[in-house]
T-cell receptor, first 115, second 109 residues
Framework: EPEVTQTPSHQVTQMGQEVILRCVPI?????FYWYRQILGQKVEFLVS????????KSEIFDDQFSVERPDGSNFTLKIRSTKLEDSAMYFC?????????????FGEGSRLTVL | EDQVTQSPEALRLQEGESSSLNCSYT??????LFWYRQDPGKGPEFLFT???AGEEKEKERLKATLTKKESFLHITAPKPEDSATYLC??????????FGSGTKLNVKP
């Protein structure tokens, strides 16, 4: 069964360091997302991506964050200079379509710990 | 502003004790309401999509229903393996999905 895969599963970094989280969405999906979940809190939308550009982003997704689809399969989230409050589980998700029938399928997540 | 509220926050049931989880929402132009299951340290696992009031979907011991203001996830005769956090999400006019805080279900044998 097709699935969204994410790497790394866990990353520990020092405050101020750059982090890149990687995702391989389901192959025939067209819309890609990053969400984050701080421990014990709700799943929060960060950004959506379609046709090689950001289609929507939240207030959380500030200039420290960027996304890229460098090739036909990978979808990355970069945090330029990590802060303590960036510690969270980051989920990549993809969907075949939106506007009806757009079930969102999630990866297993990348746990980011900023020290 | 689009919003999703789930209740209760936590629910403890005995095995076989049926119950319902609630998800109330306000959204501009509902495109879909989604139920997910999340196990600790894992990504949300898709369960159901509902698109219009009156719609129902079933899967094993779970049944999801939708009205114009809320959705229910009914759990019939739950088993310990049904223990998880159940998340509700809605998709409105834009390409983002709003999640509720979830209901943490604990089913005791």
């Amino acid at each position: 069964e097709p699935e969204v895969t994410q790497t790394p599963s866990h990353q520990v970094t020092q405050m101020g360091q750059e982090v890149i989280l990687r995702c391989v969405p389901i192959s025939n999906h067209l819309y890609f997302y990053w969400y984050r979940q701080i421990l014990g809190q709700k799943v929060e939308f960060l950004v959506s991506f379609y046709n090689n550009e950001i289609s929507e982003k939240s207030e959380i997704f500030d200039d420290q964050f960027s996304v890229e689809r460098p090739d036909g399969s990978n979808f990355t989230l970069k945090i330029r200079s990590t802060k303590l409050e960036d510690s969270a589980m980051y989920f990549c998700a993809s969907t075949e379509k939106t506007g009806g029938g757009g079930e969102l399928f999630f990866g297993e997540g990348s746990r980011l710990t900023v020290l | 502003e689009d919003q999703v509220t789930q209740s209760p926050e936590a629910l403890r049931l005995q095995e076989g004790e049926s119950s319902s989880l609630n998800c109330s929402y306000t959204v501009s132009g509902l495109r879909g309401l989604f139920w997910y299951r999340q196990d600790p340290g894992k990504g949300p696992e898709f369960l159901f999509t509902l698109y219009s009031a009156g719609e129902e979907k079933e899967k094993e011991r779970l049944k999801a229903t939708l009205t114009k203001k809320e959705s229910f996830l009914h759990i019939t005769a739950p088993k310990p393996e049904d223990s998880a956090t159940y998340l509700c999400a809605v998709q409105g006019n834009f390409n983002k999905f709003y999640f509720g805080s979830g209901t943490k279900l604990n089913v005791k044998p």
